[in-house]
Structures are given as C-alpha cells and as structure tokens.
C-alpha cells in the first residue's frame, strides 16, 4: 500500500484567474448604471461672478412677488390671481427683458405652490429671479 498520493508535487500556474477581475467589472459597471440618471438631473445655475456682484439693481426697479399660505398671490402689493399674474409677468418682460423679480413665499407655503410660482417665472422667460427669507429668530 502506498502512503503518498499520485499528486504531483507542488506547481506553478501560468494562466491569470480572471475572474475576481470580471466580478469586480460587472459590480463597477452597475454601480455606473445606477448612478449615471442620478447624474444627469442637474439644475442649471448661472452663478454671478465677482463683477456681476458689484452691480446693484436700484431697488425701485425690483418687482415683488408676495404669497400667502392662503394661496393669495400679490404682485407689487396688488392682489392678482394666477392668471393674471403670468400675464403681468409676460407684460413686464416684453417691456423690460432684464427685470428683477423677487418671490417672498409665506413659511408655511406647500412647496409645489411656489414651484408654480417659478414655473410662471420660468414660462415668461426672466431670469432674474430671486427668493426673499428671513432668518430665523431666536
């Protein structure tokens, strides 16, 4: 009876095992697949920069936008519906393209409300549109 194995004894391998090398490529390229749409919804910014920064807009100019967490749209202190405050926002732009409009949303607002609000801003195509907060007070 024989005591050793027919084995041979100890040997090199001379071929790569590729296939920790494909399972971490598979996991990469998944990993790309669900990130990659959560990349490409992206809002456009157009950020000022430093020169941009130092013009003022003269107050008097800037138009207000104000609304109530009753869903009451003001525009410049006078109440208006939605209707009519796209159309003001349409006249505005045909008169002066370069307006500054500030929108003072209420606290307690729904969210898609004032998303309407910026929707109307958006469709009127002015660009100048900024949001009105207050610090919160201790």
């Not at 490409?40 to 104000?66: C, H, K, R, W, Y």
């Not at 045909?94 to 949303?105: F, G, L, N, T």
Request: charged letters at 20%; zero cysteines; proline letters at 6%.
């Amino acid at each position: 009876m024989r005591r050793f194995s027919d084995r041979h004894t100890v040997h090199t391998l001379t071929e790569i095992n590729v296939t920790p090398l494909l399972d971490l490529a598979f996991v990469l390229l998944v990993i790309f697949i669900i990130t990659t749409p959560l990349m490409e919804n992206s809002v456009n910014l157009i950020v000022p920069t430093s020169t941009d920064a130092t013009q003022s807009i003269e107050p008097a100019q800037v138009q207000t936008i104000s609304i109530d967490k009753d869903d009451v749209l003001q525009f410049n202190g006078e109440t208006v519906d939605a209707a009519g405050l796209e159309s003001r926002l349409n006249a505005l732009h045909a008169a002066k393209p370069d307006a500054a409009v500030i929108v003072r949303p209420h606290r307690d607002l729904s969210v898609q409300k004032f998303i309407s609000v910026m929707d109307m801003l958006q469709r009127a195509q002015i660009t100048k549109a900024g949001v009105s907060t207050r610090p919160d007070q201790p």
